[in-house]
């Protein structure tokens, strides 16, 4: 399916405005930011993860936005779909007990990072290899490009069929 052709920038919802308002005033405090964790046991094939993760990103205009001012008017500008590399944290050579500590303190730093919202992304993805053939995405991201719903009723059955289609 083509998308069809809209402009680059579009203006923000209200929920949007509020939250870029109060995000402005004080830009280095996390009350803001949100962070996810998805789980999968067993066999992983991150390359077909990465392939759709990338899909993802690119159908999903929301999570490759920036938010900048035009006008005097905060704008949404959405950005080319990106490649990511998606980082991987092999943690499997550790024990559980430190490869959980370990995983939570490094994503509880990306997640406390303030977020540029002229350049992005707005979203930090973290792939993390733990022992036993366990594997966790952890998501940090600005809540101007997350809500619950979507995540749940449409991002998330869409990554399974795209990663299980790759």
């Not at 998330?156 to 069929?161: H, M, N």
């Amino acid at each position: 399916m083509t998308p069809h052709a809209r402009p680059r920038t579009a203006p923000l919802s209200r929920a949007q405005e509020i939250l870029w308002y109060f995000s402005r005033l004080a830009p280095d405090n996390p009350v803001y930011n949100e962070a996810i964790t998805i789980r999968k046991d067993g066999h992983f094939d991150v390359d077909a993860f990465r392939l759709a993760f990338n899909e993802i990103l690119r159908r999903h205009e929301i999570w490759r936005s920036t938010f900048e001012v035009v006008n005097g008017e905060p704008v949404q500008v959405v950005q080319k779909a990106p490649s990511l590399e998606l980082p991987v944290l092999d943690l499997s050579g550790m024990s559980r007990s430190d490869a959980e500590k370990e995983a939570v303190a490094i994503t509880a730093e990306d997640a406390r990072l303030p977020y540029n919202f002229d350049r992005g992304p707005m979203i930090r993805p973290r792939l993390v290899r733990f022992p036993d053939d366990h594997h966790r995405l952890y998501l940090a991201m600005h809540d101007l490009i997350f809500d619950g719903f979507s995540l749940h009723r449409v991002v998330l059955p869409e990554l399974i069929a795209l990663y299980t289609a790759f």
